[in-house]
């Protein structure tokens, strides 16, 4: 409560602050309290939702739009805050100096006025991350990415030198609202033409029967060694008021029903073998084991059950924090990690070789992209679909594509 208490007085803070501020901007003009009640009643529009839908199994239309909404002005505000802050103190600070040498007139404000022209600028710089929160509920949901990454190791047996595995994650298919770029976005993975497709976690966000409908999309991937999967935190029905028990457990044997009507080998803590001749490799499936708040069904030890160290692994373990808190240190040596489960946040900005942020970043350790402590990596897979956010605004919707490569 107390948390709450404090995030609560941060929001009005910050709605105090940025009326403020657009009041500079437009003394005498009507907009600026449009700009206020639509941000408020946006706002309420979502907490009322959440009160009526609290196991956020009815996703709306009316709320996506709200949720964005209410997202797009918080970066504005967010951003304006931070832009004239620094404006904030200067004016302090002259105030000060000039109270100290008594150079302001007795009726004059101790501090200075904004400057207007300044205010503008920092109105100009928060719309950028506005109108990117925009589009990316417009058309950045969609807008799918394939990463390709080549991953070097002496021990890859010789004849997987240049296998290939295409990785999705995080599908959310009760999400979706388009079937034509969905259905697209898997031809794309298809096309990749990859040995082997792996996915990381969260077909669905609370219950199996989201899948209905879709399961002729999602049972058109194929790959040569077959598609294989695990659970991520969402797969379990763990956000939702089940009348029973029994309803939870029949809600999973449907998601394990589906998966396995569809062609997917599902991995319940379990590992299996892709063979080349006399060489394989390994593939380890985890159930959900996350740090933090998030549920620890797997168990890495039973899923790695008869392999050696020098046996060469891909484990498939839904969320990264599993790699630092128990992977990376077993002794039985995972080469390659494949997780998913941050979604970048849907937000940020990334210019490969350059910039690469993301609030992700504030929770996660391993948020995006590969990852290489000794002589083993981790990707982590940006996500298929959304949650939450009805859109991705600069971390956009990828299909990973990773080549094995033997050093030589």
Sequence with gaps: ?????????????????SFQLIRTLSRDHWWKWIYLAVSVLAILHVILQFILHPDRTQVSDSRDIAVTVVLAFFALKVVFFLFMFG????????????SL??????????????????????????ALPFGAILYGAWRGKYDYQVREYELSFDDLPEAF????????????????????EVAYAVKLANDQQSDLILFTGDLVNNEAKEMNGWEDIFGSLTAKDGVYSVLGNHDYGDYVQWD???????????????????GWRLLLDENEKITRGADSISLVGVQNWGGGRFPKYGDLQKAADGLSKEEFKVLLSHDPTHWDLQVKNDEKKYHLTLSGHTHGMQF??????FIKLSPAWFIYKKWAGIYKEA???????????????????GIWPEITVITLKRKV
Excluded: C, W
């Excluded at 409560?1 to 602050?17: D, G, K, N, P, S």
């Excluded at 030198?161 to 609202?177: A, C, E, N, R």
């Excluded at 083993?376 to 859109?391: I, K, M, T, W």
């Design 375 to 393: 002589d083993q990596f981790l990707n982590v897979n940006r996500g298929f679909g959304f949650l939450g956010y009805s859109g991705r605004a």
């Design 87 to 98: 404006e904030d103190i200067y004016r302090s600070i002259e105030g000060l100096i000039s």
């Design 101 to 126: 040498l008594r150079k302001r007139e007795p009726d004059q404000s101790f501090l200075p006025g904004r400057r207007e022209f300044l205010a503008k600028v920092g109105l100009a710089v928060a």
């Design 161 to 180: 030198d240049g296998y290939t595995i295409t990785q999705l994650s995080d599908i959310h298919v009760g999400s979706f609202d388009d079937r034509e």
């Design 1 to 17: 409560m107390f948390r709450l208490l404090i995030v609560l007085a941060f929001f009005i803070a910050l709605e105090i602050y």
């Design 348 to 353: 940020g900005i990334e210019i490969p070789g």
């Design 244 to 262: 029973s028990k029994e309803a939870k457990e029949e809600n999973m044997q449907q998601l394990y029903k589906v998966q396995k009507d569809m």
